[in-house]
T-cell receptor
Framework: RKEVEQDPGPFNVPEGATVAFNCTYS??????FFWYRQDCRKEPKLLMS???SGNEDGRFTAQLNRASQYISLLIRDSKLSDSATYLC????????????FGPGTSLSVIP | GAVVSQHPSWVICKSGTSVKIECRSL??????MFWYRQFPKQSLMLMAT?????????EQGVEKDKFLINHASLTLSTLTVTSAHPEDSSFYIC?????????????FGSGTRLTVV
């Protein structure tokens, strides 16, 4: 089983739609969780850190479920500019600090 | 916010030569940096974790003698791809861990696109 897995894509949604991405992780000792977006041929940009109580930033809502070992990202009122690949990242506390990324889910918002 | 400067942005080199990639944290001290590799249409694969003043920790399957990592100061980490071959052509990205008001986060360099011919 991969350490971090995500919904296979791509997601093609119309403008204004609500879309949700899920991500699961294998290491129950993981402590920190993040959502990044990556545009084609660019570096990842932090979208949100994910906190235990869940957090919201405008149209974006992130949730963490430690018992089931998954995190989610909800995007409301999708914009064309939201088209990108969304990567979840998990900080795994092993014998050393490391951050593992999921394979990413591609989102295309169409007019 | 925190900025990580990565150079060069792209490089083309001949097979058998070595290439050095630099990552600098510009306004914070990065005791820990991560090096990733990303092939087209794939995710970021962690290659190694480097800690200032100590040896890097390499992920399974990553040759430490081929991908030399040096983290000699709190603001600079380098990755040297030795004896590069076409299969090493990839997008290499560094990331630095930094502490903020809400805990730590990870800032990425802009990446280096390596093409070995």
């Amino acid at each position: 089983r991969k350490e971090v897995e995500q919904d296979p894509g791509p997601f093609n949604v119309p403008e204004g739609a609500t879309v949700a991405f899920n991500c699961t992780y294998s290491n129950s000792a993981s402590q920190s969780f993040f959502w990044y977006r990556q545009d084609c041929r660019k570096e990842p940009k932090l979208l949100m850190s994910v906190y235990s109580s869940g957090n919201e930033d405008g149209r974006f809502t992130a949730q963490l479920n430690r018992a089931s070992q998954y995190i989610s990202l909800l995007i409301r009122d999708s914009k064309l500019s939201d088209s990108a690949t969304y990567l979840c990242a998990v900080n795994m506390k092993t014998s050393y600090d490391k951050v593992i990324f999921g394979p990413g889910t591609s989102l295309s918002v169409i007019p | 916010g925190a900025v990580v400067s990565q150079h060069p942005s792209w490089v083309i080199c001949k097979s058998g030569t070595s290439v050095k990639i630099e990552c600098r944290s510009l306004d914070f001290q990065a005791t820990t940096m991560f090096w990733y590799r990303q092939f087209p249409k794939q995710s970021l694969m962690l290659m190694a974790t480097s800690n200032e003043g100590s040896k890097a920790t390499y992920e399974q399957g990553v040759e430490k003698d081929k991908f030399l990592i040096n983290h000699a100061s709190l603001t600079l980490s380098t990755l040297t791809v030795t004896s590069a071959h076409p299969e090493d052509s990839s997008f290499y990205i560094c990331s630095a861990r930094e502490w903020g008001a809400l805990g730590y986060g990870y800032t990425f360099g802009s990446g280096t696109r390596l093409t070995v011919v």
